[in-house]
């Protein structure tokens, strides 16, 4: 009955969209469909997502030149010029999903899902399998879908390229954001050490990283998980789901074993260590989002929509889960359910929600999350009793690369840098041409030395690499060189471009080594085709989410942009004096305390007390770096202050 219920709100939010019949008629025919259910020995009910009129089972959306998916007929029997033209149209699919794609077999090119008979479809996956071997890949039936007639049949099946030990991996970043208490660090712990919780909270103790952490069962830091999978779709971090495992693999066990990593990002929940979700979110540069809800609540409370105000503000695909399903009363599950279909089909978030019930509805959401659809799945999860866990693992391991971080063009101004540029390409290979790694940690490791993390966003790094470390206090950049690179705990040639990676550095000259103490968050490793150059300014274009005062020229909030974090002052605001919620204009921010290494095109959040905005940098300026910035003038006011006060005292005790 609460499915029913569900389905019956839905319909509702939907007719309401639209303007269309009255409630109190759609209440009537909701009920009446209830009633059809129950006789009919209660049929299974659709997904919110089957309500709209334009889904059809049996028509799926046309096929693409471009991306990871594609539509086969049946592939029976092919001669050996159309083997080898279907083996070259998979390797060019494999590229496009970055090692991994989707083969729709038994669907026409226009999206229909005709269906083959059987023998046909055992004969198509042999051959798919026989391309796929070519291409050191391997082929794993991932979904059945629905035909017209029943002794016709369509599959779609996961095709994943093999690599081998030297090589890298596909990586997908996730990040966990959600209230305080709703579970986040508990799912995951299930999710990546495959124990289920024991309902008190003992899933968690795997994920957390401080002692204080445990005692009051709150996330205050960033905590990274992974978890793999296997050429084939099985989970590499342990050997079966629905068992509690005695020990867990090491995480290069892990990554050995898999051929697609996800990296998990577990942020904080609770307002006090809002800025640290916010570097988590801006910094990880995360593919996908989980937002958890807590079941029990009966609605959606605390921190939630702040942190999905962030999420839609940063165009980050995310998907929902609801927890602790198995000790919620049935009307606490019903209240929560229609709070958070509301919350998603409000205006200024616009979502399609699917509750996904069964692996078709997964099937859904893998083509329409990785793009600019509105499609958003919720999964109902219980960590104790393992309920549609196998639902959220399927998803997962099905998720798109959506990232393409090294599409960006080089521009050259004239023929100096063209040649330059081709010198670093012959000597460094072109993918490493043109590498960009922000940084967000650095430590130091007996033996080995000074070592920098972060995400590589452009171009590919590799040992003995030449790159420039910076920018520092003074907008200065040093030449540094790569002695080794990891990542996820494994000792790897290359990082490229999409992955988290640790690098140890040292300086190229060796009489200005570089320490810990040289290397702070927000700095960058960059390539010198690129010529770096750091900022004091810039344009950006903002929109004030709240903000309970005005806002005018000299306001300085805290920035969040990639890995920095500074306060930085407005200088101009074109066409308005104040800024109030909900407005929009372009605003010039000038740094406080140091130059730093932005570019355009870079989402910025900014907050300050209950304040938070958010924008995109429009325009770098470089005219400004010969200007005294605030900082120094404030010292040296500062300093004056001070020597007068000393002054006065070393008389006033002279005379005494």
């Known amino acids: 009955m609460l499915e029913e219920k569900l389905e019956r709100t839905l319909k509702l939010l939907d007719e309401d969209e639209k303007g269309g019949e009255d409630k109190e008629e759609s209440r009537s025919s909701s009920s009446s469909g209830d009633n059809e259910n129950e006789n009919e020995n209660k049929a299974s009910p659709t997904s919110p997502f089957d309500l709209e009129s334009s889904y059809d089972d049996f028509l799926l959306k046309p096929e693409s030149d471009e991306g990871s998916v594609e539509y086969k007929r049946h592939l029976v029997n092919p001669s050996a010029r159309n083997f080898e033209k279907l083996t070259t149209q998979l390797l060019w699919r494999l590229n496009e999903g970055g090692g991994e794609c989707l083969y729709e ?80 660090s508990t799912l995951l712990g299930v999710l990546t050490k495959g124990v289920l919780d024991n309902g008190r909270g003992s899933a968690r103790a795997n994920v957390f990283r401080h002692k204080h952490e445990m005692e009051t069962g709150r996330t205050s830091s960033i905590s990274t998980q992974i978890m793999g999978f296997t050429p084939d779709g099985k989970v590499a971090n342990y050997q079966d789901e629905r ?122 959401c893998i083509k329409t999350m990785a793009g600019d659809s509105d499609v958003t799945p919720i999964f109902q999860v219980s960590c104790v009793e393992n309920t549609n866990l196998d639902l959220l693992r399927l998803l997962l391991n099905h998720l798109p690369s959506r990232r393409q971080f090294d599409v960006q063009k080089k521009k050259t101004q004239n023929g100096e840098e063209e040649e330059e540029l081709e010198e670093t390409t012959n000597k460094h290979g072109k993918d490493e041409c043109g590498a960009l790694v922000h940084l967000d940690d650095a430590f130091t490791v007996n033996g080995v030395g000074t070592v920098v993390s972060g995400v590589v ?138 130059p730093e290494f932005v570019e355009e095109g870079f989402r910025v959040i900014f907050r300050e007390g209950r304040t938070r905005g958010l924008g995109s940098i429009t325009k770098v300026s470089f005219d400004g770096d010969k200007q005294k910035s605030w900082p120094d003038s404030r010292k040296q006011l500062h300093g004056t202050n001070m020597e007068a006060m000393m002054n006065t005292a070393t008389a006033t005790k002279s005379a005494g």
């Open 457 to 594: 966003t452009k171009g590919s790094i590799s040992t003995n690499q030449q790159l420039l470390l910076g920018p520092d206090s003074l907008g200065h950049f040093k030449e540094v060189v790569v002695k080794s690179t990891m990542t996820h705990r494994t000792s790897v040639l290359k990082a490229v471009c999409g992955q988290s990676a640790s690098f140890a550095i040292k300086a190229k000259n060796s009489k200005e080594p570089v320490h810990k103490a040289d290397v702070r968050k927000g700095m960058a490793m960059i390539c010198k085709s690129l010529h770096p150059r750091a900022t004091w300014s810039f344009e950006a274009e903002i929109l004030i989410f709240v903000s309970p005062t005005t806002l005018t020229v000299g306001y300085a909030p805290v920035l969040h942009c990639m890995s920095v974090r500074q306060c930085a002052r407005i200088c101009k605001i074109e066409g308005k004096d104040v800024l109030r919620a909900g407005d929009r204009a372009k605003v010039v921010f000038q740094w406080l305390y140091r």
């Open 243 to 364: 068992t509690r495992e005695t020990h867990s693999l090491r995480w290069s066990e892990i990554v050995e074993k898999s051929s697609k990593v996800i990296s998990f990002s577990d942020l904080c929940g609770h307002e006090r260590y809002l800025k640290t979700t916010l570097c988590g979110l801006t910094s990880v540069c995360p593919d996908y989002a989980m937002l958890v809800v807590d079941s029990n609540r009966g609605g959606v409370v605390g921190m939630l929509k702040e942190h999905l105000g962030i999420v839609l503000g940063l165009k980050i695909p995310f998907l929902v889960c609801v927890t602790k399903i198995d000790m919620c009363a049935d009307h606490l599950l019903q209240s929560t359910m229609e709070s958070v279909l509301r919350l998603l089909k409000r205006p200024g978030v616009h979502k399609k929600p699917i509750i996904v019930r069964e692996r078709n509805d997964v099937s859904t």
């Open 105 to 184: 077999i038994g669907v026409d090119d226009d999206g229909f899902v005709r269906g083959i008979s059987e023998e046909e479809m055992k004969f198509s996956v042999e051959t798919l399998e026989k391309m796929a071997k070519q291409l050191s890949a391997k082929v794993s039936e991932a979904f059945e879908r629905k035909t017209s007639e029943k002794e016709r049949f369509a599959k779609c099946a996961l095709v994943r390229k093999i690599f081998p030990k030297e090589a890298n991996h596909l990586e997908l970043r996730i990040t966990t954001v959600g209230n305080v208490d709703s579970g986040k």
